[in-house]
């Protein structure tokens, strides 16, 4: 029941920007030209993908949007320049608050978020919502390609499941069990939308490794999103990554029962091979 609320609730929420974004349309018509890509997340909350997509931000020839709900859209069927307008006004608006998410805040000094010198790259950080809305409508995907008509390319940021289920404890007052069990929901879906790409359309990445090899992480990302990997702005951003990950693993209650159930359902996904409880 919670996963088609919220999907109806954003819908309707959705109907209120069509006319809004057909205007912004046609006033940012001329920025959107030069757009050869559009980027979405795909995965789970508390994973990382803010800081990544913050980051992608930040280059001069990249924007993202923070969970704008781009498919939303795709199924009530705004038009491609309508969508692009909504990310642009969104991307903007989330920099003038300090990129905050929580109690974190992910702004890169001297570089270029919430704006852009040649914009060749577009994107949403929405991934848990992406991954619901094509569970519903696996169609979804291909209905995107046809109304974008650019390239497309995918980013899954994975995050050891003990700190991510933990984290997600903080959001809607669940069981540590049922937290669980919605997570690996979200790994089935997020496997399925693997198969449906192609392999030159797909990045993935831990979030332990953009943390401790932030630098090696944002030149990849930026060679699979085709833009240059700017040596200024690696630099500017490496220089705002955290120096070590935090682990809300240890700030829940988890019995044995309950990590030896979560290993058991790790070692059903590929992307999730290597993690333990004590690493």
Not at 51 to 74: C, I, Q, R, W
Request: aromatic share 14%; with cysteine.
């Amino acid at each position: 029941m919670y996963e088609r609320g919220y999907i109806v609730n954003e819908l309707l929420k959705g109907g209120k920007d069509y006319i809004a974004s057909f205007y912004a349309a046609l006033k940012y018509r001329e920025l959107f030209k030069t757009i050869e890509t559009y980027c979405m997340f795909i995965g789970y909350q508390k994973s990382g993908k803010t800081l990544t997509a913050s980051l992608l931000d930040a280059h001069p020839n990249m924007l993202f949007a923070d969970e704008l709900g781009t498919l939303k859209y795709v199924y009530a069927g705004f038009t491609q320049k309508q969508i692009y307008a909504l990310l642009l006004e969104n991307s903007r608006a989330f920099t003038k608050t300090g990129r905050k998410d929580e109690a974190d805040a992910f702004v890169v000094p001297n570089q270029w978020q919430g704006r852009f010198r040649k914009l060749s790259l577009i994107g949403d950080n929405h991934g848990e919502a992406a991954v619901l809305r094509l569970r519903a409508r696996p169609w979804l995907l291909g209905r995107l390609r046809n109304i974008m008509k650019v390239k497309i390319k995918v980013i899954h940021v994975v995050r050891n499941p003990y700190d991510n289920i933990s984290a997600m404890l903080k959001r809607r007052n669940l069981t540590l069990a049922e937290k669980g069990n919605y997570y690996f929901s979200l790994c089935e879906t997020v496997t399925n939308i693997r198969q449906q790409l192609n392999p030159d359309e797909l990045f993935e990445f831990r979030y332990e490794s953009l943390i401790a090899e932030p630098e090696r992480i944002l030149k990849e990302l930026c060679f699979f999103l085709g833009v240059d990997a700017r040596e200024d702005y690696i630099k500017d951003c490496v220089a705002t990554i955290f120096k070590s990950h935090r682990k809300p693993r240890y700030d829940a209650i988890w019995g044995s029962e309950s990590i030896t159930t979560v290993k058991e359902k790790m070692s059903r996904f590929s992307f999730l091979k290597g993690y333990s409880y004590t690493d």
